[in-house]
């Protein structure tokens, strides 16, 4: 059975991220980010959402023992800014129902989403530059990266909330995501 560990930002959200998942049938674990990566075993990791870039504890460190990583929201931001990419404050502030448009169809992550697909996100802070080795796999009218992929490190993020029911599609997220683990 796979097991996926979400590591805990400190978002509102977290909580949800391990439901959502349970709810998928996979054995999930909610660890503090302060816990380092050799202390965790898992299939892949997802790197919740969280109040600020000052929290992020541990975090930086699974994006470097080559197991799949989802970064939700502030998740994708950090995946970003540890890896070369750059993030900044957004134009339009805090959680909006917001269209996205996927860019890539044959993406593992975001390629099976409608072509236009409404989620729940904030955007007091965005990724502006996606790091080298990502594509940008979906935007907005709001913000240019709501979704990035690197599939040759199994490295994902999504600027949008898939845990909440605000989100179409949220659950195909997940199950992507639990695709590319199952493919390790």
Partial sequence: MTKIVVVDNHGQFTHLEQRALRDLGVETELVDNETPPEDVDADGIVLSGGPDMDRI?????????????????????????????????????????????VLDEDDPLTGSLYPETRVWASHADEVKDVPEGFTITARSDVCNVEAMSDPDRDLYGVQWHPEVAHTEAGEEIFENFLEICDGQ
């Fill in 57 to 101: 504890g541990q975090s930086p460190a699974y994006l470097e023992d080559g197991r799949p990583v989802l970064g939700i929201c502030l998740g994708m931001q950090l995946i970003a800014d540890e890896l070369g990419g750059r993030v900044g404050g957004g134009d339009y502030g805090g959680y909006a129902d917001v269209t996205v448009e």
